[in-house]
């Protein structure tokens, strides 16, 4: 089938991983045989596939019994095929073959899951606003403001951070992948704060952060770090440094940053690591993270 040929294409440009560009074009290959089958073996245009073929064709995966093995197909399977006709249709939208999409009237039920913790922005300038100490903004900026990841917090060295050019570098983020992060005037002043003003090191020592003996703080001591502001706030949540890291994604969405800037940001390899946290629209991160 061409549709399926070049929207997988479409998503080795967007980059997705290579398991999602073999699996969900063959989900879509599964629906359109669906609709032919249905249709008397004749192939339905794009542009007449309505609502209630989607409807049809979710009712049959609920009753479809695996290729292999004995039982039906699970929760996360069967939305996986609902997750590539939503980006099968949005794309057939953009490119103009359709004019109205079928499957955006539809509501499916998400496979339960145990749901993310975030912190809205509110609470994030609350977290901002009880610390006591420079180190404790310098938390918060290093983790929410620059989403960074608790090992590469651990591995942050002064040398990392580039203040005449607002860069932090992550050196060795996860897979080994490298990248620049954007410091805002706000999160940059934190950084500079602690390492001008509160900062102890020993001679040899060349983490950006340092404990009590004034060597490299390691990632239980960030988190009793953000424990302790968290406990001046009253805020009820669950949170952990990579909360934080889920929080400003999922803000950086709903600002209107692209999905693919905001990979760029975490460094996610691929793109549908980055999804999971869509949301609504429009600002940057520039703009977020000088709120704080």
Not at 35 to 44: F, L, P, S, Y
Not at 109 to 118: C, D, F, L, V, W
Not at 127 to 147: D, I, P
Not at 168 to 197: C, F, I, M
Request: aromatic share 8%; proline share 3%; hydrophobic share 30%.
């Amino acid at each position: 089938m061409q549709e399926v040929k070049q929207f997988k294409i479409h998503l080795e440009r967007l980059g997705y991983s290579k398991t999602s560009i073999n699996m969900l074009p063959s989900c879509v290959k599964e629906f359109l045989e669906f609709i032919r089958q249905r249709n008397g073996q004749a192939a339905k245009p794009i542009l007449e596939i309505e609502a209630k073929d989607i409807t049809n064709f979710h009712e049959y995966l609920k009753e479809r019994p695996r290729k292999r093995g004995s039982g039906g197909l699970s929760e996360s399977y069967i939305n996986h095929h609902i997750y590539s006709l939503k980006l099968f249709f949005g794309w057939q939208q953009e490119k103009g073959t359709i004019i109205e999409n079928p499957i955006s009237s539809l509501e499916f039920k998400a496979p339960t899951s145990q749901p993310r913790e975030i912190l809205t922005p509110q609470e994030i300038k609350i977290l901002y606003n009880t610390c006591e100490t420079l180190k404790e903004r310098a938390v918060l900026s290093l983790f929410y403001g620059c989403g960074i990841r608790r090992t590469e917090g651990e591995k942050l060295n002064l040398k990392d951070i580039h203040f005449r050019s607002n860069i932090l570098y992550v050196r060795e983020g996860k897979g080994n992948k490298r990248r620049a992060v954007p410091l805002s005037p706000q999160v940059k002043k934190d950084l500079w704060n602690y390492a001008t003003k509160e900062r102890e090191t020993k001679e040899t020592e060349t983490a950006f952060m340092t404990n009590r003996i004034r060597e490299r703080t390691r990632g239980s001591s960030y988190n009793k770090i953000l424990k302790s502001i968290l406990e001046r706030t009253g805020i009820k949540k669950e949170i952990t440094l990579h909360c934080l890291r889920h929080s400003i994604a999922t803000h950086l969405l709903e600002s209107g940053l692209s999905v693919e800037n905001v990979r760029d940001f975490l460094g996610h390899k691929h793109l549908e690591s980055t999804q999971i946290y869509t949301r609504v629209k429009n600002k940057q991160i520039w703009n977020l993270q000088s709120s704080s």
